[in-house]
């Protein structure tokens, strides 16, 4: 194994790494995603105008962890990286 190969090896592992602690803080107990709550009360919100909020307005916070995931994941399969 060559030496350029085994840092692209620990590269990959390290965003491995990192994919993962952003799954964790994903699902971790602390993290209250506020459409699955919403889902969970089984009673929808209102607003002063007595209009239900409905669920389409309740912004899902796991794609923001998601999001993070799928750069780290163009990073990891950018075989460009670390050419320079
Ligand atoms: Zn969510």
């Known amino acids: 194994m060559s030496k350029g190969e085994m840092n692209a ?12 602690m952003v799954r964790d803080l994903r699902d971790a ?3 209250v995603c506020p459409e699955i709550k919403w889902e969970q009360d089984g009673c929808p919100e209102v607003d002063e105008n007595g209009e ?5 307005d309740v912004a899902c916070s796991c794609n923001d962890f998601d ?3 799928d750069r780290l994941r163009e990073l990891k399969y950018n075989e460009n990286w670390g050419c320079k």
């Open 9 to 20: 090896n620990k590269h990959d592992e390290e965003i491995e790494d990192i994919m993962q």
């Open 29 to 31: 107990d602390y993290h």
């Open 52 to 56: 239900v909020i409905g669920k389409w």
């Open 67 to 69: 999001q993070v995931i």
